[in-house]
């Protein structure tokens, strides 16, 4: 059994990668020439490491030629919802064109490998209270150009399992964080910034975004395990919810981590730019499909996820503080 895992570098790349390999996978990854490998290097020599630019059609069909993979996991793209304002096209370009190269480089080789492709809670966008939890059959009322591109993603998947018949499944994962989980994302950037004042790198002030908006975490840990098991037994064509269920506010968070903070007394402080045009105030999922298709449900409670996050950020921090 091969797996492809596109975007192997990043913060679920290498989760996955994890996972495969006690699976008993080989791993082939993709990466660019100037992706940093810090979360894979534990794992260089069990790993098949491609260069590979997905928006380069070219360089994509040679990826495939060298992986011959059963299985895809197509984790690649600009993954930051704020950037997203920023660089609307390039999101869109980044995350729709580069899973169209892949799937029309695998027609080309006649590939038929197992496809899953990373939608997000995100292409659920604006929910209104009755409509909660969100299953799959909400509206899909995206609200960022992120939101957008993941949309296409899910619906181009859906549409080349029609068009063609390959075997495509999808999921849509709600928020998920822990160790390696970029400093961009509130849960890490709140871990790194708390590990920075107990290791006496800032003054005793977390800078903070919106509070309010309530989200739905699940530990990277057990998203990965649940992408493992949709390649293995989801349903071609189907779409799949991958949450815990319960939601916590961004504040509730915050509190956590500053609760098991070492540093008596930590001053929380809004920062304008932290701020995004229009935010989804509340994400709550439903995981009832995919727990009746596979069995599968979460099994980390998010205070041990926070705990770990904390903890890898107090092991990145310390060797600048000493
Ligand atoms: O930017 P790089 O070179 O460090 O690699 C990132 C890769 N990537 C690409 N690979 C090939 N061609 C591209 N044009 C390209 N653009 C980005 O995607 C990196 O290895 C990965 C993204 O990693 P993270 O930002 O840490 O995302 P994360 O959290 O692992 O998200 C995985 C998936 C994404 O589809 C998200 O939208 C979704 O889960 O939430």
């Known amino acids: 059994m091969r797996v492809l895992i596109t975007g192997i570098t990043g913060f679920v ?13 080989e791993v082939v990854g993709s990466l660019r020439w100037r992706s940093k490998t810090e979360h894979i290097d534990h794992l260089r020599d ?5 260069e590979s630019d997905l928006r380069d059609l070219f360089s994509v069909r040679t990826l495939l030629e060298r992986a011959r993979p059963d299985y895809v996991v197509h984790l690649a793209a600009q993954s930051f919802v704020a950037a997203s304002w920023e660089t609307p096209a390039e999101t869109l370009w980044t995350n729709a064109i580069s899973q169209i190269n892949l799937f029309e480089a695998m027609r080309q080789l006649g590939s038929t490998a197992r496809f899953l492709v990373i939608g997000s809670s995100e ?34 998947g859906w549409q080349y399992f029609k068009s ?17 989980r970029g400093e961009t994302f509130a849960t890490s950037n709140f871990a790194k910034q708390v590990a920075e004042i107990e290791a006496g790198l800032r003054a005793p002030v977390v800078y903070v975004g919106d509070l309010k908006p309530t989200r739905d975490f699940s530990d990277v840990r057990d998203i990965v395990r649940g992408y493992w098991q949709l390649l ?7 779409v799949y919810n991958l949450c815990s269920g319960v939601d916590w506010s961004i504040e509730r968070v915050l509190s956590f981590l500053i609760g098991h903070s070492t540093t008596p007394r930590i001053d929380i402080r809004q920062d304008p730019a ?6 989804v105030p509340i994400l709550r999922g439903s995981r009832e499909k995919i727990e009746r298709a596979l069995g599968w449900r979460t099994t980390i409670p998010l205070e041990t996820t926070l705990g770990d996050l904390l903890e890898y950020w107090r092991r990145r921090v310390r060797p600048r503080a000493s």
């Open 13 to 25: 790349g290498s989760h996955l990668a994890e996972h495969s390999l006690v699976q008993g996978a």
């Open 46 to 50: 069990r790993l098949a490491l491609v």
């Open 123 to 156: 292409e659920y966008g604006l929910v209104y209270p009755d409509e909660l939890p969100i299953r799959e059959t909400n509206p899909l009322r995206p609200l960022s150009p992120y939101a957008v591109s993941k949309v296409t993603q899910d619906l181009m």
């Open 164 to 180: 063609y018949g390959m075997h495509i499944v999808r999921a849509r994962a709600f928020n998920h964080t822990g160790p390696r």
């Open 232 to 238: 293995e037994r989801g349903a071609p064509g189907e």
């Open 274 to 279: 932290r701020l995004r045009p229009s935010d």
